[in-house]
């Protein structure tokens, strides 16, 4: 009878210590008595609002939505709402009005500097080129980066960023030791920047399912742009000398 008392007051004990913590962390919960409980569950709003974004897609806006939907992770699914469309919210410059004539032109600057890098510009549209089959606008977007890009490359292929107005002087035109033109922002020899570009070519080919539509009416320019990467390769394919990146 004595064992019997001892291990129901045993029993008691344990089921205090397991019911009691569980019973507080329920109240402060509901209650948002723990910060630590209330942050986790109530993250800032850090994303611009809808009227101050600089391009808005039908489709990343979607995705969006299905995976705040279906992913159980709170802040995973936070940190991609504010994360993933960053770039459309806050870099990119889409001229509607070429859009409208056939030809977009979407400049693309890296985040705190007024300048287009090859190698970011790329970079930053790569993950929404699986959304261009379900947004028309998202693809001109895509295609207006392209176009940009053979224009900065038939500017200067050993240029590594470039300015929107072509006409605009360079900070470090002064102190580079190359020939700096109008409407570069840094000529830094890059192969990464070239390789970048050619990389958003094939991807966004690939993408549409090979069509090369975008490409033959726009022949003339992407011929052009291969054959200066072309030549610049292989002006670089060398085990000694300084190359030709001091000419213009």
Not at 195 to 221: A, G, M, P
Request: net charge positive; glycine share 2%; charged share 30%.
């Amino acid at each position: 009878m004595l064992q019997k008392r001892r291990y129901r007051r045993y029993l008691f004990i344990i089921g205090f210590v397991i019911v009691i913590p569980s019973l507080t962390a329920y109240i402060r919960l509901l209650f948002h008595e723990n910060d630590d409980i209330y942050i986790a569950t109530n993250f800032p709003r850090v994303r611009r609002n809808i009227t101050e974004r600089r391009f808005t897609s039908s489709a990343v806006e979607s995705l969006i939505k299905e995976i705040k939907r279906n992913i159980k992770n709170k802040e995973l699914a936070w940190l991609f709402e504010n994360c993933f469309p960053n770039t459309l919210d806050t870099t990119v410059d889409f001229d509607v009005k070429a859009a409208a004539k056939n030809h977009p032109d979407t400049y693309v600057i890296t985040g705190d500097i007024d300048a287009m890098w090859l190698r970011d510009s790329s970079a930053q549209i790569h993950p929404y080129l699986p959304l261009m089959k379900h947004d028309k606008k998202l693809r001109q977007l895509v295609e207006g980066v392209i176009l940009r890009q053979f224009i900065c490359i038939q500017r200067d292929p050993y240029a590594n960023a470039y300015y929107k107005d072509l006409n605009r002087v360079s900070e470090w035109r002064e102190i580079d030791q190359t020939e700096m033109r109008d409407g570069i922002h840094e000529r830094k020899w890059e192969l990464d920047s070239l390789c970048y570009v050619l990389r958003l070519i094939y991807s966004y080919w690939k993408e549409i399912n090979y069509d090369s539509t975008f490409f033959y009416d726009n022949k003339q320019e992407f011929k052009k742009t291969i054959q200066i990467i072309l030549q610049t390769l292989k002006e670089q394919r060398r085990y000694n000398g300084t190359g030709n990146e001091k000419k213009k």
